[in-house]
């Protein structure tokens, strides 16, 4: 069945360093890939998506880019901020009609330090 | 604010007990899924609904059932509640299934909390 892998965490950055989380995904045919953020209490917010293979998904200074030769969509910013700190979800969704659940990842915790 | 709704927002009660979770949709959304997180577990999805019709079961126990009323809300039965049901209960909805494969977004509520002692 689908899965995805996902960087173990917790990761602790100082502010404005680079963020890398890594995301790995095992599916039949072409998923659609997604990065969803819970902050503290809160419920999960999409992040960002790509649909199909070389996509590019970026929103608030986070970018993902769907690379089907690795099975991967890596999440990437340039200068994280202390509001950045969150659990992280990579997950995706299969093609299948009548498969439009979402499988996720186990989550990375990200701590932005000032 | 995602526009779906979740009440309770927690839930504490005793082994062997019943509880009912609702869910309201996003306006005009048609899909409502349920999810479970854990620790143990993660996020799991456990069922989904389309206009009021059971679309797809994932994890989900026996003892636990679904189901979407003609209005659109969606509520999760929950029965004979064991220690290791405790956990935060999403629900999501979205418009429906997309085009070409491509399903929509999915929206999230902010949980129910339930802990069974």
């Known amino acids: 069945g689908d899965s995805v892998t996902q960087m173990e965490g917790p990761v602790t950055l100082s502010e404005e360093a680079f963020l890398t989380i890594n995301c790995t995904y095992t599916?039949?045919?072409?998923?659609?890939l997604f990065w969803y953020v819970q902050y503290p209490g809160e419920g999960l917010q999409l992040l960002l998506k790509a649909t199909k293979a070389d996509d590019k998904g970026s929103n608030k200074g986070f970018e993902a880019t769907y690379r089907k030769e690795t099975t991967s969509f890596h999440l990437e910013k340039g200068s994280v901020q202390v509001s950045d700190s969150a659990v992280y979800f990579c997950a995706l969704s299969g093609r299948d009609f009548g498969n439009e659940k979402l499988t996720f990842g186990t989550g990375t915790r990200l701590t932005i330090i000032p | 604010d995602s526009g779906v709704t979740q009440t309770p927002k927690h839930l504490i009660t005793a082994t062997g007990q019943r509880v009912t979770l609702r869910c309201s949709p996003r306006s005009g959304d048609l899909s409502v899924y349920w999810y479970q997180q854990s620790l143990d577990q993660g996020l799991q999805f456990l069922i989904q609904?389309?206009?009021?019709?059971?679309?797809a079961k994932g994890n989900i126990l026996e003892r636990f059932s679904a189901q979407q009323f003609p209005d659109l809300h969606s509520e999760l039965n929950l029965s004979s509640l064991e220690l290791g049901d405790s956990a935060l209960y999403f629900c999501?909805?979205?418009?429906?299934?997309?085009?070409?494969?491509?399903?929509?977004?999915?929206?999230f509520g902010p949980g129910t909390r339930l802990t069974v002692l």
């Open positions: 599916a039949t045919g072409y998923p659609s």
């Open positions: 999501a909805s979205s418009v429906g299934p997309g085009l070409d494969g491509v399903h929509n977004e999915q929206f």
């Open positions: 609904y389309y206009n009021g019709e059971e679309r």
